[in-house]
């Protein structure tokens, strides 16, 4: 698993990361979201030993980073994938990283396969690749020594939707086989389709972690008929929370089957009547790492399933 206790990153009198606590777990996808500079890279480049943090603790599998002795054959890392050298062809890049971790040379093609690049695209220097393909190369290299935690940074860039799904069910198989996987990435779509929890971080602290299914939950509902005002002071009217939004529609904390009685009891027709989901992940991001972040509001969090404080 991978663990990240009270992290502190700071430059200057500038607080990159500022008291960061989470955690990856063994069969689950953790989706680590939240906007440009928002800490999450500086918080990668700790746990993967390429800073060291000013206040602290990352591990990976009970371990720093660096202390693993062949950190490749544990924790396989893509963090930039431009950053390749671009004078290598893809195969030179994928032999360098099985030299190193002292692997039969069988893995080159075996990884070339894996991610879709051909024989022909191993033989073609990085520096002509697409940022897809150089995101595929960078997959394979950090899959090279069939680690069993991964840690990405933004690995869907570049990619066409075919590749968006390649990955998605790559990233799926490895959890369900028991791996650990870290996955950075600004898709909010794509982190609701495939992470087990999710982790929001806005200026260097975090805002909000949990299961997915329990931050979505707390999404709540979106109701809609023909008076929303009406609607909403029904709601209102029963306990509940709603708000009547600009398109017509009422969102409210009641679950999708109270809200639809409230509505019959109001004698409302119903038009429209679903869960949140399709845009919770979204607007909970914005508020998260946005609004409640400039307006100094009180971060909220919720536990792990499994009992472990994310």
Partial sequence: MIRIDSLTQRYGSVAAVDDVSFAAFPGRVTGFLGPNGAGKSTTLRALTGLSTPTAGRTTVLGHRYQDLPNPGLEVGVLLDASAQHGGRTGRETLVLAQRIMGLPAIRVDEMLDLVGL??????????????????????????????????????????????????????????????????????????????DDIIMIGHGRIVASGATAELLAGAGTLVRSDDGALLADALVAAGFQATPRPDGAVATDADPATAGQVAFRAGLPVTELRTADGHGLEEMFLELTAADQREGATPRGIHHPNGAAA
């Fill in 118 to 195: 051909t024989w022909a695209e191993g033989k073609r220097r990085v520096r002509d690749y697409s940022l897809g393909m150089r995101q595929r190369l960078g997959i394979a290299t950090a899959l090279m020594g069939d680690p069993r935690v991964l840690v990405l940074d933004e690995p869907a860039n570049g990619l066409d939707p075919a590749g968006i799904r390649w990955m998605r069910d790559l990233l799926r198989g490895f959890a369900d086989d028991g791996g650990t996987v870290l996955l950075s990435s600004h898709l909010l779509s794509e982190i609701e389709m495939i992470a």
